[in-house]
């Protein structure tokens, strides 16, 4: 046997394996001889048909299988030993029908494509600059969640005569054109002028309007039309009123307290405010620290400078997912593909060069914090805690044992991320929301 490498490219090549009749004969013959004994054929007894016979009737799809099972033994020993990093799988180089004759052909010589990528070189240390964000919750955002959780747990009622801030439900249409839909109008959306048209009246009046009225995201915001709705909404229109939907703002007492954040948490308003803006930071401090490792992860990519086989990578998921993708959709998903597959390889090979690795405590004890975050708005507590492990024992054994592979992957990229900030020069930077907003839009 005799196995070569052409490399194109910097990440990309060629393997070519030859096979000679002593590579592949020694055992057809053996497995020949061991389907003779085992064969059924028509006018023998079984296992006494002539070997020649079987020949005929097995000996290419014999030959076909184990010709197939040495190349796939020996590509996956020769790409075992190379010091570059495979990329998917080795593609078969596409040969018409007729280029061997498995009847009479007795050397054989296969090609495969591979892309690769070299040695990944990444040094942690202070000459890489990263920035740790701390999102700081201020007191407009406090006043903000407590006007909506008041909203939110207020008492509703249908008034005979509306007001400002009420919702008004209703038919709009167009006094000319053929435009009309039924919606609810958020009243404290609009301007002042054009909520005074709206404010004392009852159901069943008429509101008379002009499109010129209303302000272009008002319509959006307020009268809840999309973009196709605005555009065919012009000149005269009118409003009429079929129902009048008014919310009173919930009370701060006991029992709103204990709505929110169940009985007896908090006694006092102060107490109630101060656990709104610790549940709020305790979220932004989630937020903090998976926009820091995103960035962070920015950082590492392009300092990695890592170049992939781009267009051997799309034929690869093409082909891996033949009839189920078209090339439309690899083109549109790849960036993503790309930028996934770089940190995968990062983070494993800081992994590797850093003796970092995920314990299976480790995935336990990460899954017991998701389940937590995920019923902590449910009042369960110690009944969560009591049906904790048979709860984790289910999820990782989910989707076929995939969800512990993705919780084991998640749990190593937590520790490269806890190394990487330890070893290079790291910015602590505390931002305001409206700041957080804005890194975000970039």
């Known amino acids: 046997m005799e196995i070569t490498l052409d490399k194109h490219s910097a990440n990309q090549a060629s393997i070519k394996i030859r096979l000679i009749e002593a590579d592949y004969q020694p055992k057809v013959d053996a497995k020949l001889k061991d389907y003779a004994k085992k064969a059924v054929i028509r006018g023998f007894r079984p296992g006494k048909a002539p070997i020649s016979m079987v020949k005929n009737m097995y000996g290419i799809s014999l030959l076909v299988d184990e010709i197939n099972a040495i190349l796939g033994e020996s590509l996956n020993t020769y790409l075992k030993e190379q010091t570059f990093k495979i990329l998917g799988e080795p593609l078969p180089v596409e040969k018409g029908d007729d280029s061997i004759d498995w009847k009479t052909q007795k050397e054989f010589e296969f090609e495969y494509k591979i892309g690769f990528v070299d040695t990944i070189g990444l040094t942690l240390d202070n000459s890489i600059k990263g920035t ?26 249908n008034p005979e005569t509306s007001e400002v801030g009420d919702f008004i439900y209703g038919d709009l249409a167009s006094k000319e ?4 839909k039924t919606l609810s ?21 008429v509101v008379e309007f002009d499109s010129k009225e209303v302000k272009k995201e008002e319509w959006s915001t307020a009268f809840g039309l999309s973009e196709d709705e605005i555009s065919n909404v012009a000149g005269a229109l009118t409003f009429t009123v079929q129902n009048i939907n008014r919310t009173t703002d919930a009370t701060l007492d006991q029992d709103f307290f204990d709505k929110i954040f169940g009985p007896d948490q908090v006694k006092s308003e102060e107490e109630f405010i101060n656990k709104v803006k610790e549940t709020l930071q305790g979220s932004y401090t989630r937020e903090s620290k998976v926009f820091t490792e995103e960035e962070l992860k920015k950082v590492l990519v392009e300092k990695a400078s890592i170049a992939l086989p781009d267009d051997f990578l799309k034929e690869w998921l093409l082909r891996a997912n033949e009839g189920k993708v078209s090339e439309a959709d690899v083109e549109n998903e790849y960036p993503i593909y790309a930028k996934q597959l770089t940190w995968s390889l990062i983070s494993n090979q800081i992994a590797k060069d850093n003796g970092v690795q995920a314990e299976h ?82």
Not at 134 to 144: A, F, G, P, S, Y
Request: charged residues 35%; negative net charge; without cysteine.
């Open 177 to 180: 054109g053929e435009f009309t």
């Open 185 to 205: 109008l958020d009243t404290s959306k609009i301007s002042k002028k054009l909520a005074g048209k709206f404010t004392g009246i009852a159901k069943e009046a």
């Open 132 to 157: 740790k964000y701390t999102i700081l919750v201020d007191d407009k955002l406090v006043n903000e969640t407590l006007d909506n959780l008041k909203s939110q747990y207020g008492e509703n009622s």
């Open 361 to 442: 405590e480790d995935v336990i004890e990460k899954t017991k914090e998701m389940i937590r975050e995920q019923f902590a708005s449910s009042g369960l507590g110690a009944q969560l805690e009591a049906s904790m492990d048979v709860f984790v024992d289910n999820y990782l054994k989910g989707n076929d044992g995939q969800n512990y592979m993705n919780m084991l992957t998640s749990v190593q990229n937590d520790k490269v991320l806890a190394l990487v900030q330890e070893k290079i020069d790291l910015e602590e930077k505390k931002i305001s929301i409206d700041e957080f907003k804005e890194l975000l839009e970039k």
